[in-house]
T-cell receptor, first 113, second 115 residues
Framework: DAKTTQPNSMESNEEEPVHLPCNHSTISGTDYIHWYRQLPSQGPEYVIHGLTSNVNNRMASLAIAEDRKSSTLILHRATLRDAAVYYCILPNAGGTSYGKLTFGQGTILTVHP | DTAVSQTPKYLVTQMGNDKSIKCEQNLGHDTMYWYKQDSKKFLKIMFSYNNKELIINETVPNRFSPKSPDKAHLNLHINSLELGDSAVYFC??????????????FGPGTRLTVT
């Protein structure tokens, strides 16, 4: 499995941008980069994913390094509702583990009013 | 409309009992999953099904038996419950088996407590 490394925790103030980093130095050419988050007492929630190009959606932006060995999830204006654990994941690409999401410890994001 | 639903939300039972957790998705997805989140908050996949066929079985004890009566449902039956089975169980679904280019949608979870 391609592994990811994230900081244990980060803090932000409300309405400020947040940049959540992820290192995935062993990524292969066909690995997609997915981000999920888990709000307190809820199931994981899909945020965004990409392969090579930067991606934007209504929730966030994903900036992927040119060598693809790292990526950054960008929340443009953090709200209190964005306080969650954020997971950077490379879904399994083959073998008998198609689609398997391996969740690490993630980054606990705290948003201050 | 809830995309992925699970019942019950809470389940408290005694050791040795048999219980089931139901999951339904109304997204028309082909692939469904069960994940377990233990007390340390680590999420780990247990099973995946594609078109009612078992694809992933992550060395889960055979007391756990998933059953998929149709593409929209994946139920989890647990026999002879043990204290260590206490956890939150999440169901999920995705459009594509490969799962790399498609997001997974998760249910709200079922908190199982074995006493």
């Amino acid at each position: 499995d391609a592994k990811t490394t994230q900081p244990n925790s980060m803090e932000s103030n409300e309405e400020e941008p947040v940049h959540l980093p992820c290192n995935h130095s062993t990524i292969s050419g066909t690995d997609y980069i997915h981000w999920y988050r888990q709000l307190p007492s809820q199931g994981p929630e899909y945020v965004i994913h990409g392969l090579t190009s930067n991606v934007n959606n209504r929730m966030a932006s994903l900036a992927i390094a040119e060598d693809r060995k790292s990526s950054t999830l960008i929340l443009h204006r953090a709200t209190l509702r964005d306080a969650a654990v954020y997971y950077c994941i490379l879904p399994n690409a083959g073998g008998t583990s198609y689609g398997k999401l391996t969740f690490g410890q993630g980054t606990i994001l705290t948003v201050h009013p | 409309d809830t995309a992925v639903s699970q019942t019950p939300k809470y389940l408290v039972t005694q050791m040795g009992n048999d219980k089931s957790i139901k999951c339904e998705q109304n997204l028309g997805h082909d692939t469904m999953y069960w994940y377990k989140q233990d007390s340390k908050k680590f999420l780990k996949i247990m099973f995946s099904y594609n078109n009612k066929e078992l694809i992933i079985n992550e060395t889960v004890p055979n007391r756990f038996s998933p059953k998929s009566p149709d593409k929209a449902h994946l139920n989890l039956h647990i026999n002879s419950l043990e204290l260590g089975d206490s956890a939150v169980y999440f169901c999920a679904s995705s459009q594509d088996l490969l799962g790399r280019n498609y997001e997974q949608y998760f249910g709200p979870g079922t908190r199982l407590t074995v006493t």
